[in-house]
């Protein structure tokens, strides 16, 4: 999952060729809108409620639906253009005369846990919406066909998630998942686990990131001033080189999370649960004031660094918003174009959108490091992407993950969630570095491999500071 993506948007709407839409001054977003790239249908009723429903040529299905003041101040009309900010993307509908036929017959149960119709909806999705198959070398009507051969009337719905996530990994989208429903998960629950890796008769520790993070943080801060925070942390490295650990990119949000909720799914799936509950635009502004307040602190504590290091070596990603808000505090402009976007949309793409970061008064411009490793993903990869434009800030460690783009979700008419990617997010100049990962300015050969990785890390922690800092030595050294 990646978390799309937002800062607070109002409300602004420029009325010119859309005057027959107004009543009264007020400008009327009533109606049928279909988006430009994302599958979507949105109605609007009476300027009260809204309705979300994911479209394909085979398809209509109810994703979401709520009051019309959960959208209101994110909506801008223009020329019968429709713009809806989620995050910190822009998303484009037009106007239809009517619902599309399709949503006003929907399937019955009967046909909606059909797993041919079920695959025949996930391959229309991908079919008009995934971004990489010519970067990733891949016909569709060839993959496609191989797989359909292996649906029929009689898959089980264990067959059916298989060959699902195996067409996902023949796609090598590095942002897809698949996750199904309740019952499908206590099916697979009682499946035969799988072995910990092993050399010789040794069994060999499995990390998990945050684990890592702590460890890390614990050993190489000679000071540390984290309050009040869990995901990020921070404090001095040396006397004079500030230290920022950024976990991830999300679960910042104050959702007041129900206590009795968490005792029984632990806090990330009560979180998730909940949050779930939202419009995800309201959501995404709740990350990003939640991690605000944090940032206060930490560039309270910090301002006066000779130089900075932000690691986001174990970070997996979250919400691109979340990054923006974090590396603000690093940009001393009103307005900074950090990267570019487009979307995939039937045959062809969207137009090329700007990405910008605000940027902060008091904005720390001093020589800053980040750290970067193959795990480093998702919407930390946002993070780095627009650290390419702003020359105080060079890159240690590895490239990374490669999974840049703004995941597109679906349900499939069963209920299960899946998504695809159907953005190309490139830097000013263009360049899109899906699968490639952002580069760094110096190299410290990690280990591709998460574990492996992970475990050269803990084996060795002095080593990896010492490694940190004599990069840092080099990079000065060439200035």
């Not at 209509?60 to 253009?81: V, Y």
């Not at 069994?203 to 801060?221: I, R």
């Amino acid at each position: 999952m990646k978390f799309q993506s937002g800062l607070i948007i109002v409300l602004s709407i420029i009325v010119s060729s859309c005057q027959d839409r107004a009543k009264n001054g007020v400008p009327d977003v009533n109606g049928v809108w279909e988006s430009v790239g994302s599958g979507w249908i949105l109605q609007i009723k009476d300027s009260t409620n809204y309705s979300f429903y994911d479209i394909t040529s085979i398809s209509c299905l109810p994703s979401h639906s709520g009051r019309f003041e959960e959208i209101s101040e994110s909506l801008t009309l223009l020329n019968d253009t429709l713009s809806l900010q989620k995050g910190v993307i822009t998303y484009k509908f037009v106007t239809r005369s009517k619902m599309p036929e399709l949503c006003q017959n929907l399937p019955d149960d009967a046909l909606r846990n059909d797993p041919v119709y079920n695959f025949e909806v996930f391959s229309e999705t991908v079919k008009e919406h995934y971004a990489f198959f010519k970067k990733n070398h891949l016909d569709w009507n060839t993959v496609y066909a191989k797989q359909r051969e292996k649906i029929t009337a009689h898959t089980t719905p264990i067959e059916l998630y298989g060959v699902i996530e195996e067409t996902l990994e023949i796609l090598k989208d590095n942002h897809a998942f698949l996750e199904a429903d309740e019952a499908l998960d206590e099916m697979m629950a009682n499946l035969p686990a799988v072995e910990e890796e092993t050399i010789g008769n040794v069994t060999l520790p499995e990390y998990g990131d945050f684990v890592v993070a702590d460890l890390v943080t614990e050993h190489h801060l000679l000071e540390e001033m984290t309050q009040d925070s869990w995901l990020i942390r921070w404090g001095k490295l040396t006397d004079q080189l500030g230290y920022i650990q950024v976990k991830a990119m999300w679960l910042y949000a104050d959702l007041n999370v129900p206590k009795a909720l968490v005792d029984t799914l632990g806090f990330v799936d009560a979180y998730i649960e909940t949050f779930y509950q939202l419009y995800e635009g309201n959501y995404i502004d709740k990350e990003v004031l939640g991690v605000r307040k944090i940032m206060d602190h930490v560039m309270n504590d910090l301002s006066g660094m000779e130089a900075m290091i932000i690691d986001l070596r174990f970070n997996g990603g979250g919400q691109d918003a979340v990054s923006f808000e974090i590396l603000s505090r690093f940009i001393p402009y009103d307005k900074f174009q950090v990267a570019t976007q487009k979307l995939r949309t039937g045959d062809s793409y969207s137009s090329v959108l700007p990405l910008y970061i605000e940027g902060s008064k008091n904005a720390y411009t001093k020589p800053t490091y980040l750290l970067t490793s193959q795990q480093t993903g998702s919407a930390a990869e946002a993070f780095a992407i627009a650290t390419l434009s702003l020359k105080p800030i060079q890159r240690i460690g590895a490239p990374t993950s490669g999974a840049m783009s703004t995941a597109l979700e679906k349900t499939l008419p069963n209920g299960w969630a899946f998504a695809i990617s159907n953005e190309v997010y490139m830097d000013n100049n263009g360049i899109n570095y899906e699968n490639a990962g952002i580069p760094v300015d110096y190299s410290l050969n990690y280990p591709k491999d998460r574990q492996e990785f992970f475990r050269s890390v803990v084996n060795d922690l002095e080593g990896d500071k010492e490694s940190i800092l004599h990069a840092i030595i080099e990079l000065r050294s060439k200035e």
